[in-house]
């Protein structure tokens, strides 16, 4: 069976998103971890006691793959010490209490027409920004943009390939059904998005731009505007059905747009000549490079049947999840799991005192109605159902057993680092059993020795 040929269509009552957009107050404290992602951490310039204003350079990226650190609030340094973060792990943060006022740092800005940077001018708005990926995992976004002039050179089949890309996606896709934050940017006009797709077309040298959008969530005129305009005709549009999971997701999208396969389980979309990224990514980065202004909020989407509000909700960098729950009503019925994430690829909390950061997507707070609860999964039955829906022909359930069991070397044979975590089989299990939870264990585990 070809890759990607399986997978879920979700119903309509459980993808239909509320699309409002919700500001929020400003938060009274933000956590901000200086590990940013997996790489170096950046390094404080400030201390304990120091005033900071909104969108100051709090932390700099000590080489040119790490990330800068920028204060998201105006306020005093309380405290660098320690902090969990939202996979439970503690990390070095900087704390900033706020003085309420939002007081703004002074941007310097040079103008200059998107066509006329160079790329390595382009890179170093991105860098100073501090934009993040946010299709696969996060990584400083420069490290992702590979330069015309480097294409990566790599072996298949014992032959040196050197491989350009062709092909930039932009994506109005969520990685699944029940986030709505690039449905939601593709549905509205905005002043900075074609600054941001001119300069990631001009960073990756791709010839053409294809826009893949929704098929239930109809783009706004500006996309298309964007088509018409190009006289050259490289620009194209294309709808995919955004309830068949997980076509969001990076890999299984670039098969349904373009037929090409990402080498599994290693491989990157710029194997097959793609750079990937989201109308979130592309607006963040027309932000940075013409306005120049660092990433100091996010949106995400909220949802669950145990929180008053849902929507799409805007968010400094660095609130707590618990403030944030406070700002939207607090919760409506005791959650059965608080998820950060989607529902379907998201991770469980269990300390309501972490951060969002730039990587995080959405928080849904579940009742027992939506969720299946780890502790009570059952033995497998071989029904067979999750071979059945997974995209990249694993059998999950003989996965699952070698990984409760530790027996990991097993599970790697069987193909464990093939697994995209889109936890289609965690969704139709009839045993409830948490497939993407053991798998992403016996990764950590397989990855620390
Ligand atoms: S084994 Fe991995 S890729 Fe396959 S359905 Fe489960 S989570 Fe998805
Ligand atoms: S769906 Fe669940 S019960 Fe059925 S074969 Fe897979 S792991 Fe076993």
């Known amino acids: 069976m070809a890759l990607f ?3 879920i269509t979700l119903k309509k009552k459980v993808t239909t998103l ?4 919700i500001d929020t107050p400003l938060p009274k404290r933000v956590i901000l971890p200086l590990q940013q992602y997996i790489g170096e951490p950046s390094q404080p310039v400030v ?5 900071v204003t909104a969108g100051q350079l709090i932390a700099t990226a000590p080489t040119d793959s790490s990330l800068p650190l920028h204060a998201t609030i105006s306020g005093t340094v309380a405290e660098i010490t320690e902090h969990p973060d939202y996979k439970g792990t503690p990390t070095p943060s900087i704390i900033l209490e706020s003085d309420g006022k939002d007081t703004w740092e002074a941007l310097s800005r040079e103008e200059k027409d998107i066509s006329s940077l160079a790329p390595p001018e382009i890179a170093e708005r991105i860098h100073a920004a501090g934009l993040i990926t946010t299709q696969l995992v996060p990584v400083p976004l420069t490290n992702d943009l590979i330069p015309i002039d480097q294409p990566k050179t790599h072996l298949i089949d014992g032959k040196s390939i050197t ?3 062709d092909t930039l996606i932009i994506t109005a896709l969520d990685k699944e059904p029940f986030l709505g934050v690039n449905r939601y940017l593709a549905g509205k006009d905005h ?3 074609a600054d941001g797709i001119a300069a990631l077309k001009i960073m990756t040298g791709a010839q053409k731009i294809l826009f893949v959008v929704d098929t239930h969530y109809p783009p706004h005129t500006q996309l298309k505007e964007l088509v018409a305009a190009d006289e050259e005709e490289t620009t194209t549009l294309i709808s995919l059905n955004g309830r068949r999971f997980p076509t969001g997701l990076a890999i299984p999208l670039i098969k349904a747009a373009l037929g090409r396969e990402v080498p599994l389980p290693y491989g990157h979309p710029r194997d097959v000549g793609v750079a990937l990224y989201d109308i979130t990514t592309a607006l963040s980065v027309g932000k940075a490079v013409s306005a120049q202004i660092p990433q100091v909020e996010s949106l995400i989407t909220v949802g669950g049947g145990a929180i008053g ?3 799409i909700v805007k968010v400094r960098i660095g609130t707590p999840i618990e403030e944030l729950i406070e700002s939207l009503g607090g919760l409506s019925k005791d959650p059965a799991k608080i998820i950060i994430g989607g529902p379907m690829t998201g991770m469980a909390q269990y300390d309501l005192d972490v951060p969002i950061t730039k990587e995080i997507s959405g928080l849904f707070a579940l009742t027992q109605d939506e969720i299946q609860l780890s502790g009570d999964y059952r033995q497998c039955i071989n ?3 999750c071979v059945k829906v997974c995209p990249v022909n694993l059998v999950p ?3 699952s057993m070698y990984c409760a069991n530790n027996r990991f070397d097993m599970a790697e044979t069987e193909g464990l680092f093939h697994c995209i975590e889109c936890g289609c089989c965690d969704y139709v299990c009839p045993s409830r059993r948490p497939m993407v939870h053991l798998f992403r264990h016996a990764k950590n585990q397989l990855m620390e020795t």
């Open 163 to 165: 491989k350009r890309i």
């Open 18 to 21: 509320n699309l409002d957009l």
């Open 47 to 51: 201390a304990k006691g120091d005033t």
């Open 191 to 193: 002043e900075e998005l």
């Open 397 to 399: 359930g003989a996965l």
């Open 5 to 7: 040929a399986k997978g």
């Open 309 to 311: 509000r849902h929507g």
């Open 383 to 385: 029904c067979g159902l």
